[in-house]
């Protein structure tokens, strides 16, 4: 069992940044794959970024690339995003997520693990 909670999230102008940090519990941390997914109100969940067990590896949305960033320390069992250059479009309940598993990252259905969520808004 592995616990997840989020934070950092909050009210942000367009084009301002925020980062949200990802705690994980129970489990050995650095045994899972990590994402990030977000939900807007009348729309399904979607990926955003992902990152590997070793974090030799990223994964990100196009609609986020180059303005998003993911990252993990293992020693503190904490995942971040890193969201700059933030839109009116990235208004969402974001999400963190782990996995064990080993099919398509992007998928929701992978991760076996989910955090309660954390608002972030972004105000025109």
């Known amino acids: 069992q592995v616990q997840l909670v989020e934070s950092g999230g909050g009210l942000v102008q367009a084009g301002g940044s925020l980062r949200l940090s990802c705690a994980a519990s129970g489990h050995t941390f650095s045994s899972y794959d990590m994402g990030w997914f977000r939900q807007a109100p009348e729309k399904e969940r979607e990926f955003v970024a992902a990152i590997s067990w070793t974090g030799s590896r990223l994964y990100y949305a196009d609609s986020v690339k180059g303005r998003f960033t993911i990252s993990r320390d293992n020693a503190k069992s904490t995942m971040y995003l890193q969201m700059n250059s933030l839109k009116p479009e990235d208004t969402a309940v974001y999400y963190c997520?782990?996995?064990?598993?080993?099919?398509?990252?992007?998928?929701?259905?992978?991760?076996?693990?989910w955090g309660q969520g954390s608002q972030v808004t972004v105000s025109s």
């Open positions: 997520a782990a996995r064990m598993r080993s099919g398509k990252i992007f998928r929701t259905t992978e991760y076996d693990y």
